[in-house]
């Protein structure tokens, strides 16, 4: 049966706590040139893909910086801290099941599909979703609106018949220039930096399918 409404998951954040994991390879990576990113910096970096990440810190701090060296580096050291670390948001899939008979699911991410793979078949998360979109499907990542688009395109549900759920100040411009509504948890970033999101969120205990509903339907 047909299903009336989309839910477009980003990843990290909102369905496993990998955002810590992230942050300790990539600091990790900064430590080879000897650079220190403030508060700003890790909110520019939330959302968006490591190659984009490292050319903001080469024209920023380091003009030495060798991209491609530091990404697969960087790369190496993430599978590690996923393999070793990475676990599903409390909640998330007793949220997710609930969500099964209304919803139609896609994971919509900025890491490559490459990395995707690896991660569900390599730790303790399995691949229960229906489809993804990642960076290798998009010409443009987080937050120009074409993952989402895609997303919701891909799953035959009309974007303004979609929820999004974002962590990031990045996701979450995304998912609103993309037409759907969108909500933000704070397991990344305190609530006033998701202050665009339409809903905002501390867990998936304030959620369920009907609460999604009545905001896709403007009646929350």
């Keep these: 049966m047909r299903k009336e409404y989309g839910l477009l998951l980003d990843f990290d954040g909102i369905v496993v706590d990998s955002e810590p994991l992230y942050e300790k390879a990539m600091s990790g990576q900064f430590r080879r040139y000897g650079i220190r990113v403030d508060q700003d910096d890790w909110l520019f970096f939330k959302g968006k893909d490591s190659k984009a990440v490292f050319a903001y810190l080469r024209e920023k701090y ?10 697969a580096a960087y790369k190496k050291d993430l599978l590690e801290e996923f393999r070793r670390h990475m676990r599903f948001i409390p909640g998330f899939p007793e949220f997710f099941h609930a969500c099964k008979a209304q919803f139609q699911d896609i994971l919509v991410t ?21 489809d993804m979109i990642t960076a290798n499907e998009v010409q443009n990542t987080k937050p120009h609106p074409e993952p989402y688009l895609r997303a919701a395109e891909r799953i ?4 303004d018949r979609c929820v999004v759920m974002e962590d990031s100040l990045n996701g979450i411009r995304a998912g609103k220039a993309a037409g759907a509504k969108v909500i933000a948890m704070t397991t990344t970033f305190r ?16 959620l369920s399918p009907e609460r999604l509903i009545a905001l896709i339907r403007n009646t929350q």
């Design 110 to 130: 900025s890491t490559s599909r490459e990395v995707m793979e690896w991660t569900f078949k390599n730790v303790p998360v399995g691949n229960i979703f229906s």
């Design 156 to 159: 035959g549900i009309p974007i």
């Design 191 to 206: 609530p006033g930096i998701l202050k665009e999101a339409d809903l905002i969120v501390n867990s998936y205990g304030e």
């Design 62 to 71: 380091d003009s030495r910086i060798n991209i491609d060296e530091l990404h």
